[in-house]
């Protein structure tokens, strides 16, 4: 299966967001890490945001064994 991102045209009808493509249920289940991650950052106070979110995304890649 392929990752779609959000395009800021969601949709609520049927079973698929008309504007990522993504199931309802996928759309969900992205919504808890996502807001503990913002959560994360709020409590340490980072005021790096775009880096903190670029080792988040590496440490992804690397832990799905796609980093060097």
């Known amino acids: 299966m392929r ?3 959000c ?3 969601c949709t609520e009808e049927g ?3 008309e504007g990522c493509g ?15 991650l913002v959560n994360l950052a709020h409590e340490m ?3 790096n945001i775009e880096e903190f ?3 988040v995304a590496g ?6 064994g796609l980093s060097h």
């Open 3 to 5: 990752f779609s991102p």
């Open 7 to 9: 395009t800021g045209k």
């Open 15 to 17: 079973t698929h967001c």
């Open 22 to 36: 993504r199931s309802h249920e996928e759309v969900a289940a992205m919504r808890k890490p996502v807001a503990d």
């Open 45 to 47: 106070q980072y005021e």
């Open 53 to 55: 979110a670029n080792a």
């Open 59 to 64: 440490s992804i890649k690397y832990k799905m």
